[in-house]
């Protein structure tokens, strides 16, 4: 991997962990306690929630300890294997760019959790009866880096050219 491309995944995390951490700050301090606000005739909603689970709330209700626990563990050893994996690939492409996106995403939720116990997420997106779960920021960039890592990493496991 080039500096050049060193540095403009170091950018990407730098940019993802900061709007992610700007827009739950932003969330905890204008939707917290506020009611849900409808924009785009109601395709997109913003109100505050409190994640204490993973992933659509899973372990929401467990013991404290064990979500922090379980759950802190479990995404900071699946957070080095990406980093082992982003390693291997950093010769660049969709696949190295993907990897750094699940590693913001992911690196700044964690954070969250271990720190207060929770994440905080704040949008809804709507399209007739179908909605998604609430999420953030980066949730986003976890969604986009996936989608990156399926679609970009093949071609390059193919051609053995960046994807």
């Not at 982003?86 to 492409?93: F, L, P, V």
């Not at 750094?100 to 700044?108: E, K, M, T, V």
Request: charged residues 15%; hydrophobic residues 50%.
């Amino acid at each position: 991997m080039t500096r050049t491309r060193a540095l403009v995944l170091l950018c990407v995390i730098v940019a993802v962990v900061a709007c992610d951490r700007g827009t739950k700050r932003l969330a905890s301090e204008r939707l917290a306690g506020q009611p849900v606000r409808s924009y785009l005739g109601d395709a997109l909603r913003l109100g505050y929630a409190e994640n204490r689970g993973a992933f659509l709330s899973l372990g929401a209700h467990w013991p404290e300890w064990a979500r922090r626990g379980a759950l802190g563990g479990v995404v900071a050893v699946s957070l080095v294997g990406i980093a082992v994996l982003a390693w291997r690939h950093r010769s660049g492409g969709m696949m190295a760019f993907g990897l750094a996106l699940i590693l913001a995403g992911g690196g700044s939720n964690l954070v969250d959790r271990m720190a207060w116990g929770h994440v905080v997420d704040f949008v809804v997106l709507r399209a007739g009866p179908l909605q998604t779960g609430v999420f953030n920021v980066a949730d986003m960039a976890i969604t986009l880096g996936v989608a990156l890592v399926v679609f970009g990493g093949p071609k390059a496991a193919r051609t053995g050219e960046p994807g």
